[in-house]
Every structure is written in structure tokens, then in C-alpha cells.
């Protein structure tokens, strides 16, 4: 091999170790920027349940089992620490395995009969937390609720097929990727509700839907009655 070739070979060989050690590297630092808004979601919401609730309040959580590095597990975490010092108690965790799911998006759905059946082994809890997306119920799934139900709060990818569960006052607040535009702007340094803002929005009422998703809303009273607190 000539001396020219020789240094192609120690050039490109120098590239290509250079490209390699960038690819291991450069993930890591947006990996440690993209964490923030997950962790903010957490504590945020641990924090509004405590407001809204009240310290001493008893929730049954729905994590997603072997997700702890994707977004879903990163909430929950944060959650469920943020849930210690705001003096929530976490009654139950139930952790769903990925073939329960049926999705390859722990956060798409969480199966109804899962959902379904932690309302009749724990009608103790004052409310759901979801960080795997939310029921989505069918007549017959409507037929076998009880008389009265615990509220959710629910972390989903998409504010799609929500209107349902508002009206039927099962669903209390649903967190979803942000929608309306433009976000708040952040500081240098963002706090974890400015993380949150600009990420991520709350769905209250079927008022807060994109516009494609609203229909006439029915009269409250055709909603059946809920366990609450307040």
C-alpha cells in the first residue's frame, strides 16, 4: 500500500472514531434536557392533586412496568416523590406490563378492564392517577360500572377520544402534549412549571379540547355520581 493510501486509511479510520464517540456522547446531553419536561409533569401534577384534594388523600396509581428510561416512567417517578412530600399517600401502585397493553405506547390506553377491575377491589381510594393513558369504555364496559366511581387523572399522548370521558364525569383532568401554540417562552433558567408549560396542558373540561373535538355537551345530570373528597 502507498504512502498516500496509507494516510486515507489513518484519516478516515480518525473520522470515523471521531463520528462514533459523537453518537455516544451527544444523545446523553439531550437525553438530560429532554428529562426536565418529564420530571416537571410529575411534580406538577403530584402538587395540583394536593391542591385540589388535600394532603392525606389515597390514590391508586397506573404505571407502565418496564418503561423507567421512556417518558411514562420518568413521570411517575417524579410523581411519586413529589406525592411523599406533598403527603398524598399512594395506596397501590399497579404496574402494567407491556403484554396487558396490547401497544407499543405505555401511554396510548389503559385497558378497561384493568381499569374496571381496580374500581372493585379498591372503592377506597379518592382518586386515579394514570400515567398510562385512559380507559376508553364501550356500552357494555358502562353497563357493569357501579352506581358511583373514583375520579381520574390521567397522562395520555393525545387529546383525541377524551370528550367521552369528561362528559361522563369519569375522567376529572387529563395531561396532554401541548396543542395550543405559541407555548410560554422560557427563563435561562426554567422553573419545573414553566418545564411544564411549555410542553405540556391540562384538560379540564371539554372546553379546553382542540376545537375538532368538541361536540354539544349533555346536561350534567345525565352524568352518573363519582367518589369525591369534596
Known amino acids: ?48 392533586l394536593a391542591e385540589r384534594l388535600g394532603p392525606g388523600t389515597r390514590l391508586l396509581v397506573f404505571t407502565a412496568g418496564e418503561a423507567e428510561d421512556e417518558p411514562a416512567g420518568i413521570q411517575a417517578r417524579s410523581f411519586l416523590d413529589r406525592c411523599r412530600k406533598a403527603g ?69 399522548r393525545s387529546a383525541n377520544e377524551l370528550k367521552d370521558m369528561l362528559l361522563a364525569d369519569i375522567l376529572e383532568c387529563a395531561v396532554v402534549p401541548r396543542f395550543a401554540f405559541p407555548a410560554p417562552a422560557d427563563d435561562r433558567s426554567p422553573s419545573y412549571q414553566q418545564w411544564f408549560d411549555r410542553y405540556f396542558q391540562r384538560i379540564d373540561t371539554i372546553d379546553d379540547l382542540p376545537l375538532g373535538s368538541r361536540e354539544m355537551p349533555v346536561p350534567r345530570s345525565a352524568a352518573r355520581n363519582r367518589n369525591s373528597r369534596r
Open 88 to 156: 398524598l399517600e399512594v395506596v397501590f401502585n399497579r404496574e402494567l406490563m407491556p403484554f396487558e397493553q396490547g401497544r407499543e405506547d405505555p401511554q396510548k390506553e389503559l385497558p378497561a378492564q384493568i381499569y374496571l377491575d381496580m374500581l372493585d377491589r379498591h372503592p377506597d381510594v379518592d382518586a386515579f392517577v394514570s400515567f398510562v393513558g385512559f380507559p376508553r369504555l364501550t356500552r357494555r364496559h358502562a353497563e357493569v360500572l357501579p352506581a358511583s366511581w373514583t375520579p381520574m387523572f390521567a397522562v395520555s
Open 1 to 48: 500500500m502507498s504512502v498516500q493510501k496509507q494516510m486515507w486509511v489513518v484519516l478516515f479510520s480518525s473520522v470515523m472514531i471521531t463520528a462514533c464517540l459523537a453518537s455516544l456522547l451527544w444523545p446523553k446531553g439531550e437525553l438530560a434536557t429532554s428529562v426536565k419536561p418529564h420530571k416537571a409533569l410529575g411534580r406538577i401534577l403530584a402538587e395540583d
